[in-house]
């Protein structure tokens, strides 16, 4: 570690692409990680935005059926195993887990820079695949067709897929080692902020599910390769025995997207409304009940697969049972808001849309969860509207609000408040738009994953399309305007928004150090009661 000089951060301390792409602190590789991210995450919304062009009209006609294949599975691959799955743990855990900890550092630095390399090659990989020719089979590659039928590049893929596999189960084994050997003094596991126990909950998902879905993964290229037969009937596999695989890991995964965005949620709600995080203890306890109940309801994904009729009852009643631990944070989060001194800044925006649209998706989960509906519904756009309610109303809008939070701490300059709000406002708008009717159409019938259909659907569609041309602009506006602050945004207090946690008693941006002297911890998180209230300042920005 080199001596702080005075005026000195992590941005300004030393210069050149050299002193980046060998960077081991945590701070510039989660900048590094930002930008990967991003990229990806622009690649998935042309992606989507080109499948919302096809469904403008019925007649399957901008697209031939194979190209929709090729891109919807895209669309989904990218959006999950490269923006999802990493985004929140990678940006903003990366940057916030060390400082949240009093820590230099994470556990393990070097470690970390290679998750970002690895993460960097499986995208590439898996990119690579789409200049030579894409793969077809939607992201959750069902065999026998994606062992034995489609010609397409399976094998690119999953090698891209596995690889960043070892990014995530590395990124989580830092995080554990990091929370629990490298606490300040005083910093007790109940005085933790509920950001780090959901990162802690995420990283035990990811470390027992992750080498389930690379084992499955490896399969499936050995069997496409060299023929062996584990899940191709015709060579003596069994094809569900993939689904099981698949959603052993898949189930748990959605947990890993959500996890950190409950974490981000229980920050911004406790500084907005100055109030501590009621119910402390549940809201941390329900992450780990919730990691750990995750792993036996995968079964719920196949219920019309083939699996007997006693196991689809076992796993509907387990599916009832996770609901509960997201049940309690989400009334914790609600009872913190009563009587709370609530400021409607733009990261909270983005927490009040999280909160409506979670509860959307999670409600309609517990709908799917009852075999008799999931039947009826299952590969509808009934589905599809789930879980985008989920993961773009759950984690995609708890990411942007934490950026927003912390964008004075990372960047040491304030975002422009107006154009934050409009733009969260517009988000908000246009996904309702988008996947509101899709509900609708999928209860009706509709199907998903077909380039064409029938006349009388058309309606929705044109909604939901019309819908995803709003939701991209406001997706837009903040990458204009993050990029506008780095040079000309106001400069940013230490602590702009007043909130405790450790991070915000570091200057902003932050040594590279983190801290001068390692901080001692006193209190409890979040005494909000002890903090002065933000006046004007940077909320008048
Ligand atoms: C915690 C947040 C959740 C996320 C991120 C999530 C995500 C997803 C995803 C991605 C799918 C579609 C998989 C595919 O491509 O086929 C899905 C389907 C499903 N979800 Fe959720 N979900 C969540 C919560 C829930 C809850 C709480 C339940 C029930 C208690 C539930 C029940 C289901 C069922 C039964 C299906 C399968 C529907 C079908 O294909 O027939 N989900 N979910
Ligand atoms: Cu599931």
């Known amino acids: 570690m080199s001596e702080r000089r005075p005026g000195t951060n992590y941005l300004n301390v030393s210069y050149g692409i050299r002193s980046w792409l060998f960077t081991v602190d945590h701070k510039r590789i989660a900048l590094l990680y930002l930008g990967s991210v991003t990229l990806m995450f622009l690649l ?39 923006f999802l799955i990493p985004g929140i743990p990678a940006v903003l855990g990366n940057f916030l887990i060390p400082m949240m900890v009093g820590a230099r550092d994470l556990a393990f630095p070097r470690l970390n820079l290679l998750s970002w390399y690895l993460y960097t090659i499986g995208a590439l990989f898996t990119l690579f695949n789409i200049v030579i020719g894409g793969v077809d089979t939607g992201w959750t590659f069902y065999t026998p067709y994606s062992s034995a039928w489609t010609t397409t590049n399976i094998v690119p893929v999953a090698l891209g897929i596995f690889i960043t596999g070892f990014s995530s189960i590395l990124t989580g084994l830092n995080f554990i080692v990091t929370i629990h050997t490298m606490r300040a003094p005083g910093l007790t596991w109940f005085r933790l902020p509920l950001f780090v126990w959901a990162h802690y909950a995420m990283s035990i998902v990811v470390i027992l599910g992750t080498p389930v879905i690379a084992i499955t993964i490896v399969l499936l290229a050995l069997e496409r390769v060299f023929k062996l037969g584990f899940f191709d009937p015709a060579l003596g596999g069994d094809p569900v025995l993939f689904q099981h695989f698949f959603w052993f890991y898949s189930h748990p995964a959605v947990y890993i997207m959500i996890l ?63 609901a509960i631990p997201s049940a309690v944070k989400v009334f914790n989060w609600t009872a913190t808001l009563y009587k709370g001194s609530i400021s409607f800044d733009t990261p909270m925006l983005y927490v009040f849309g999280f909160l409506g ?13 009852c075999l008799g509906i999931d039947v009826h519904v ?39 408040e107006w154009w934050g709000r409009l733009s969260a406002l517009i988000v908000f708008v246009g996904f309702n738009l988008t996947f509101l009717p899709q509900f609708i159409v999928g209860y009706l019938g509709m199907p998903r994953r077909y380039h064409a259909y029938p006349d009388e659907f058309q309606v929705f569609n044109v909604m939901s399309s019309a819908g995803a041309s709003i939701l991209g602009v406001g997706y837009l506006i903040p990458l204009f305007y993050f990029a506008w602050s780095m ?12 909130a405790t946690g450790l991070e915000w008693t570091t200057p902003s941006p932050p040594p590279t150090e983190n801290f001068p002297v390692t901080p001692v911890v006193t209190e409890e998180a979040y005494a909000y009661e002890k903090m002065p209230i933000p006046a004007g300042g940077a909320r008048a920005v």
């Open 44 to 82: 998935g919304t042309v992606f989507a935005g080109l499948v919302r062009l096809e469904l403008l009209t019925p007649a399957g006609d901008l697209f031939s059926a194979d190209s929709y294949n090729k891109i919807f599975t895209m669309h989904g691959i990218v959006m999950v195993f490269f």
């Open 260 to 322: 950190p965005a409950m974490g981000v949620i229980s920050e911004i709600i406790a500084c907005f409304s100055r109030k501590r995080v009621f119910g402390y203890s549940f809201v941390a306890a329900s992450s780990l009940a919730i990691a750990l109940l995750g792993f036996l309801v995968w079964g719920h994904h196949m219920f019309v697969s083939g699996q007997s009729v006693f196991a689809g009852l076992v796993f509907s009643v387990l599916s009832f049972m996770v």
């Open 357 to 369: 649209l979670f509860t959307i998706g999670g409600l309609t989960g517990l709908m799917l969860a």
């Open 378 to 416: 299952h590969d509808t756009y009934f589905i599809v509207a789930h879980f985008h309610y989920i993961m773009v109303g759950g984690t995609v809008m708890a990411y942007l609000g934490g950026l927003h939070f912390w964008w004075p701490k990372i960047t040491g300059r304030m975002y422009p």
């Open 487 to 498: 040079r000309y945004g106001k400069k940013a207090p230490d602590n702009p928004f007043q």
